[in-house]
């Protein structure tokens, strides 16, 4: 998930705006429905006091009618199964009681006086096929009423609004998202670029700020793979350079009156050339740049390959494992790695021999006798260090098998038990 924080952190947000977006059209779209229905609910105001007025008036049914016309509004009684069929079917909007208030005329054995009437009313609005419906309870009856002006609440207003701004805040990080995609090209490209492709080209022709750092990573690969060049190219003419001297001061060696004369030159000419050797290998782990040259080999062919690198008897070396187990590997680097143990075991170990084998994790392992040593691994995994120097070894043994294994993709490991050195390829 983390190789991926920016892309999630922007769907969150998105996803984040869209649902707090459709919570507020939602919570608008019920306020702005009960708030219509709260204003055209006070229609029925008007209804009751044309209706109380027919009752006090003793008017006829056809006055109420005209009377109830002037507003737009029809009376259903006359039709009993619509009627009925409105007040069963339809959805209640809302419904309210009140009082109505009236004063009447009285004769008593006194004479004549006022009465003040109060009748118990109910009012209730009903939606009901595109329409709206009043139904008026009173004592003396029920009277329905269809309004002919007015209509249902319409939501279309409110969706088109709400699916605009959806539409714009989806648009809106869809562009973020094309803005970012040169980003996630470019971190693809710094990885195959990691991974050795000197050759990959971070130029674009955009104008951003990503084009800006893409532009900026093509200059700095382009400086890199200069100084890389150099290097190597100094690398590899001093190194040759150095062979030629080297070479002819083998050959006038052999020129020398005095045998000690001879061997001590011999002996330091050889130390010369090992050392150009190693030098030569390490320059080529450092630069190895892809995995090109790497394979599958069988590990007892790795192995009986270092065996004959390192010129031991075949008595000196166990090796225990099947073989059926492969390495994806470059056969002549890790097969130095190999060697450069062997040479270890026999350097240190008094018994000059070595153990190999596979131990219970798939690793590989080399067992010696021999001391304990003195500093961690650390210590002897970087260049021109060892314990003793009289022994005839430069300190780039352990340095070099550290760097192969790296290049492979694994480490190198070191435990100590029962005075028994072992060595893992981990």
């Not at 892309?7 to 919570?27: D, H, K, P, R, Y």
């Not at 209640?92 to 004769?107: P, Q, V």
């Not at 006022?114 to 419906?133: D, F, Q, V």
């Not at 995994?381 to 694994?410: C, M, R, W």
Request: glycine share 4%; charged share 25%.
């Amino acid at each position: 998930m983390k190789k991926h924080a920016v892309l999630i952190t922007i769907l969150f947000a998105l996803t984040v705006s869209l649902v707090s977006v459709s919570v507020i059209f939602w919570e608008f779209y019920k306020l702005n429905k009960q708030q219509y229905i709260n204003h055209i609910f006070t229609k029925y105001s008007v209804i009751t006091q044309i209706y109380r007025e027919h009752q006090q008036r003793m008017s006829s049914k056809i006055m109420l009618e005209a009377n109830l016309a002037v507003y737009n509004l029809e009376v259903l009684n006359n039709d009993e199964n619509s009627s009925k069929e409105i007040l069963h079917l339809g959805k209640i909007l809302k419904r309210e009681g009140f009082k109505s208030f009236n004063t009447a005329l009285m004769i008593n054995n006194k004479g004549m006086y006022t009465k003040n009437i109060i009748s118990n009313l109910r009012a209730t609005m009903l939606e009901y096929k595109e329409g709206i419906y009043f139904e008026i309870e009173t004592p003396s009856g029920n009277i329905l009423i269809h309004d002919n002006e007015l209509k249902p609440y319409s939501y279309l207003s409110i969706l088109y609004a709400y699916a605009t701004t959806f539409a714009i805040i989806c648009f809106s990080f869809i562009l973020v998202l094309r803005k970012l995609s040169p980003l996630i090209r470019l971190r693809k490209k710094i990885a195959l670029y990691s991974q050795g492709n000197m050759d990959i080209s971070f130029k674009t022709n955009s104008e951003d700020e990503i084009a800006a750092v893409s532009n900026e990573m093509e200059r700095a690969r382009q400086r890199i793979n200069t100084v890389l060049e150099s290097r190597t190219l100094f690398l590899r003419n001093l190194m040759h350079e150095l062979k030629t001297p080297i070479a002819k001061g083998t050959i006038a060696t052999q020129m020398l009156d005095s045998p000690k004369q001879c061997k001590r030159f011999s002996s330091i000419f050889h130390r010369l050339e090992s050392l150009v050797t190693e030098f030569a290998m390490i320059e080529e782990v450092t630069s190895l740049d892809d995995k090109r040259d790497f394979s599958d080999y069988r590990l007892v062919d790795i192995i009986d390959g270092a065996i004959d690198m390192a010129m031991v008897e075949r008595e000196q070396v166990s090796v225990e494992l099947s073989g059926e187990q492969k390495l994806h590997v470059n056969y002549r680097l890790y097969t130095t790695a190999i060697k450069n143990m062997i040479d270890n075991a026999m350097k240190y170990s008094p018994d000059k021999f070595i153990r190999i084998f596979v131990n219970d994790r798939g690793e590989l392992c080399f067992e010696n006798k021999g001391e304990k040593l003195a500093h961690p691994l650390h210590y002897y995994i970087e260049p021109f260090t060892k314990d003793n120097p009289s022994k005839n070894s430069f300190g780039l043994g352990l340095y070099l098998v550290d760097s192969i294994l790296k290049a492979h993709g694994q480490v190198l490991a070191y435990e100590y038990e029962d005075g028994v050195n072992r060595f893992i390829f981990a």
